[in-house]
């Protein structure tokens, strides 16, 4: 709750959380799981028993793939992130969940430094995700994924 607060008073929504033994390691958005685009390799932590294996989180990892987007399950530093931004190279950063779907991320707050995502506006990987599972869920895109049943 503290780090919350921490995060509302630096104008930020919600915390990246960083692994527990280094404080090195990007692994959740608040209680979403984290995306990283960075060149064109969309990165996201791996399931080693700290991360929610959420179902919204396999979702955007098949349709990436389906999409011929590299996605990578692997381990992430915060100053591979922070560098990354510095030199034009992160194109986007967002959350996946079940409530949100999909939420982007336009600003990353670092070391009391803002670090700016892409242009600061919702990436158009991050839209797209959205509009699909979204359009999925509620039936206004066709369902080729074959994730629902109709009741």
């Known amino acids: 709750m503290k780090a919350q607060k921490n995060a509302q008073e630096m104008g ?3 915390v990246l959380w960083l692994d527990a033994v280094e404080h090195s390691y990007v692994e959740e958005i608040g209680t979403s799981n984290a995306f ?6 969309v990165i996201t ?12 989180r396999a979702s955007v990892i098949e ?4 999409w011929g987007v590299k996605v990578s399950e692997r381990q992430l530093r915060i100053g591979d992130v922070e560098q ?7 194109k986007e950063i967002f959350a996946s969940g079940t409530a949100a779907v999909i939420s982007p991320v336009g600003k990353l707050v670092f070391k009391d430094k803002s670090l700016i995502v892409g242009n600061g506006d919702v990436g158009e990987l991050a839209q ?5 599972l979204y359009g999925i869920q ?10 629902t049943l109709e009741i």
């Not at 990354?84 to 992160?90: H, P, Q, T, V």
């Not at 509620?138 to 994730?147: C, F, I, L, Q, R």
């Open 84 to 90: 990354a931004a510095k030199n034009g190279r992160l």
């Open 138 to 147: 509620t039936g206004t895109v066709a369902d080729d994924m074959n994730w």
């Open 45 to 56: 932590a791996p399931l080693l028993g700290t991360i929610l294996p959420g179902v919204t």
């Open 36 to 41: 990283f685009m960075i060149d064109d390799e």
């Open 128 to 132: 797209k995700l959205y509009d699909t």
């Open 63 to 66: 349709l990436l793939k389906k």
């Open 12 to 14: 930020c929504a919600q």
